[in-house]
């Protein structure tokens, strides 16, 4: 008879032999100095591209990598599933829920995707490193260290959010052992192998799950549209290029930078990393892959974007190093985490092993960069002190993003640890920034602060039962709503990220925040708007701003059938920064209910409206009932605001 302690050894030890398997994720193993610590550097990819053997070596690593079977563990299709779809379990992390393991409206959002892009990075290295040795012995030595050093890049979408043109073309030429060859473009999209079962990628789940290969903004034929995405984006790009310099500047605070779906002592600062991150999602996708949770991960721009969205994460943490994850209740949950449960930095980042014997990572082991071996271009973390590292990046960020400003050679130059050349190549990028500076003038300054203006929100994400933008306007609208992610008068897009069908979904009430000061400041140029001070800006933005809700298949939808949807204006007083390494003050958020009283999606005038309060049954407002509007120049039609209010942020190159 076996005792129940021999059994218990018995399972103790077939539990040992599962975890003795788990795929440690440690980072690539070279390209980091053991006496200074130093790192090698992700690349924005437009500087990545012109490197010659490293860029050779990441689109041979990253076909390689698509190409192999779909059913090995260590297949493209297999790490992009650990995302959502097929919700399979991966590395033996076995979960009760029928869903991914990615985190949303987390606490956890962005530290759990770090290990996640490790992952990537490491398998990308170690086929990299294959290739390199298969050069011939006449340029193998140059391949072999561009693979030691290989590291993965992003597209800085906040300073150029047009895509990466290597991106967008079908086919690419790489110089491969055997020579140059023309071969399928790994960044263009990702073909699966096989046409899925219907328990994997479900017919319910519409066109989506029938697509051959991943799809951005696709026609009525399935066909990528990149010139749509791109206009889109570039819309789009003065608000992403002003929303990272704000929620880089003026939230010191973990929580809300985080995640959406943190309420709790948010004050009016709604918005956060991963509204941003998800913006991105819907404005590439709109349709395609990147615009729904269970899917995204397939389309190769994913990768690209949330390594830049880990940038962004990694910069803020090192300008306030001392704030990080606390507790927060997760509404969805994961394939292993409980809906509704509660996580926190100790929470498992299933399905992420840290080791052979199965530990998991968590956010307090994924905390820092170090740990993965690998750095950003802003981020010389080694042999400098925390505060001294503060301020290099503060002015850092400032040099890439301050939309006021631009640092000179010689105030980057100043930064410790800089040489003139590594100064230069930071004051002066290899690629442009699509969004124009501008200036606020003294006449508009109250001494020597002035007022930023915002768009506040809030909206259960699920409530229309499918994925939708909502976009905010000042001035004219098009009646064809074809017309309106792209508009002229955009202020900017809120893109819901979720699933296909939410039908089943929970209330999900997530915030957002679009800047309107460049708007304003451009009217006032044109003498439409006498200042930025409440009496002025407040009856201007009555009569001029409104918003629009569209599902990703461009059908307009009557902002009526949103009502979770609440929509108000806030101002906050800024006294600019007085030193290259330093930010602006920022002020306390003051609303103002009343600018959107009487529209459909505004609030009543009254208190700002409780976003965990449940939302409302829309009301039907009897015609008879009239609202006083404020008084406004007559002489400011729509149509004047139309041709003037967008005359700084539509100077790009597209």
Same mark, same amino acid.
């Given at each position: ?114 290990? =996640? ?99 951005? =903004? ?101 300008? =306030? ?207 439409? @708007? ?117 005359? @700084? ?6």
């Amino acid at each position: 008879m076996v005792s129940l302690k021999n059994l218990a050894l018995v399972a103790g030890s077939l539990c040992m032999a599962v975890f003795s398997d788990a795929y440690a994720i440690t980072g690539p193993s070279g390209g980091v100095n053991p006496t200074s610590g130093a790192r090698a550097t992700r690349r924005e990819i437009r500087d990545f591209q012109t490197t010659g053997a490293a860029w050779d070596l990441y689109l041979q690593a990253l076909q390689q990598f698509e190409l192999k079977n779909q059913n090995d563990q260590f297949s493209f299709y297999q790490v992009a599933g650990i995302h959502g779809r097929p919700f399979v379990n991966w590395d033996g992390s076995s979960g009760p829920y029928n869903t991914g393991y990615c985190t949303h409206s987390s606490i956890i959002f962005p530290p759990w995707h770090r290990p =996640y892009l490790a992952l990537y990075e490491q398998l990308l290295y170690n086929n990299a490193k294959a290739i390199a040795a298969k050069y011939p012995s006449s340029s193998r030595a140059r391949y072999v260290e561009a693979a030691r050093t290989f590291r993965i890049p992003y597209w800085d979408w906040a300073k150029n959010a047009k895509m990466p043109n290597n991106v967008n073309v079908r086919t690419i030429s790489v110089n491969t052992p055997t020579g140059r060859k023309t071969i399928d473009n790994p960044l263009y999209s990702y073909k699966f192998h096989v046409r899925n079962p219907n328990s994997q990628f479900p017919s319910s789940d519409g066109d989506i799950a029938r697509y051959q290969q991943t799809v951005r =903004y696709p026609d009525a034929n399935g066909n990528s549209r990149p010139n749509a995405v791109n206009d889109q984006l570039l819309a789009n790009q003065a608000n992403l290029h002003d929303r990272t310099y704000l929620l880089l500047t003026r939230q010191p605070s973990y929580a809300p930078f985080s995640n959406t779906g943190y309420t709790d002592n948010r004050g009016q600062t709604y918005d956060s990393l991963e509204a941003i991150h998800n913006d991105i999602h819907g404005l590439t996708g709109n349709g395609g892959h990147m615009s729904y949770v269970p899917y995204s991960a397939f389309d190769p721009i994913f990768w690209l974007h949330h390594t830049n969205v880990d940038r962004i994460f990694a910069l803020w943490q090192a300008i =306030y190093p001392n704030s990080y994850v606390g507790s927060q209740t997760n509404p969805f949950g994961t394939r292993t985490n409980a809906p509704g449960g509660v996580e926190n930095v100790n929470t498992r980042l299933t399905p992420f092993r840290k080791d052979a014997a199965g530990n998991y990572w968590t956010s307090a082991s994924a905390r820092s960069l170090k740990t993965f071996k690998y750095t950003y271009p802003e981020i010389v973390d080694w042999n400098v002190s925390p505060s001294q590292l503060s301020a290099n990046v503060r002015a850092k960020v400032r040099a890439l993003y301050d939309p006021q400003g631009r640092l000179s050679r010689r105030e980057v130059g100043a930064l410790s640890g800089l040489t003139h050349k590594e100064a230069g190549a930071l004051a002066e990028r290899d690629f442009p920034s699509l969004a124009p500076k501008y200036t606020i003038p003294q006449d508009l300054k109250n001494g020597s602060s002035y007022l930023e203006w915002f768009v506040n929100f809030q909206v259960d994400k699920n409530e229309l039962n499918e994925p939708n933008f909502v976009h905010f306007f000042l001035g004219k609208v098009s009646e064809n709503p074809l017309e309106w992610s792209a508009s002229p008068n955009l202020v900017g897009s809120h893109a819901s990220f979720t699933v296909q069908n939410t039908t089943i979904a929970p209330q999900a009430i997530v915030l957002g925040q679009m800047p309107l000061t460049r708007k304003l400041v451009a009217a006032a140029d044109s003498g439409l @708007l006498k200042s930025l001070e409440p009496c002025d800006v407040k009856p201007f933005l009555t009569k001029y701003l409104s918003w629009r809700v569209q599902t990703f298949d461009d059908r307009a939808v009557p902002t009526e059938n949103l009502p979770s949807l609440k929509v108000y204006v806030v101002d906050q007083k800024v006294i600019p920064s007085k030193s290259f390494d330093s930010f602006p003050l920022y002020g306390k958020l003051t609303p103002h209910t009343d600018v959107t009283k009487g529209k459909v999606g505004g609030t009543s005038g009254g208190a700002v409206p409780n976003p965990l309060a449940p939302s409302a049954p829309s009301v039907n407002i009897p015609a008879a009932i009239k609202q006083v509007k404020p008084k406004v120049d007559p002489k400011v039609t729509p149509k004047v605001v139309s041709k003037v209010v967008n005359k @700084l942020t539509h100077k790009v190159v597209k």
